[in-house]
């Protein structure tokens, strides 16, 4: 089993900066990939990018890229969600997941892929 919890969530003024953090606890050693995703009000859920643990590659969707980071240290945990120029259109709920199956990144979109997830976030953007 792993444990995700999120923290760093808040309210800013639009084109300032947050970061997340996830840390993991339990069995930490079997995580492929940490993914972030976010959910606004009515909306469907959506993926936000990913980071691959052993190469440290990281893959974004259209909507963030250039703005948003993922990151982690070497000890790998916790993982960071650095988000600059905000906007109010990226106001959601932010869940980070972890993944255990050795997938092709771009399979790690789907949140289907994923084997874990923290409580989420919130992320609040005022224009």
């Known amino acids: 089993q792993v444990q995700l919890v999120e923290s760093g969530g808040g309210s800013v003024q639009a084109g300032g900066s947050l970061r997340l953090s996830c840390a993991a606890s339990?069995?930490?050693?079997?995580?492929?990939?940490m993914g972030w995703f976010r959910q606004a009000p009515g909306k469907e859920r959506e993926f936000v990018g990913v980071?691959?643990?052993?190469?440290?590659?990281?893959y974004y969707a259209d909507s963030v890229k250039g703005r948003f980071t993922i990151s982690m240290d070497n000890a790998k945990n916790p993982v960071y969600l650095t988000m600059n120029s905000l906007k109010p259109e990226d106001t959601a709920v932010y869940y980070c997941a972890a993944g255990t199956t050795n997938y092709n990144p771009s399979l790690y979109q789907r949140g289907t892929a994923y084997n874990y997830w923290g409580q989420g976030t919130q992320v609040t953007v005022a224009s």
């Open positions: 980071i691959m643990r052993s190469t440290g590659n990281t």
């Open positions: 339990g069995r930490t050693f079997s995580i492929y990939a």
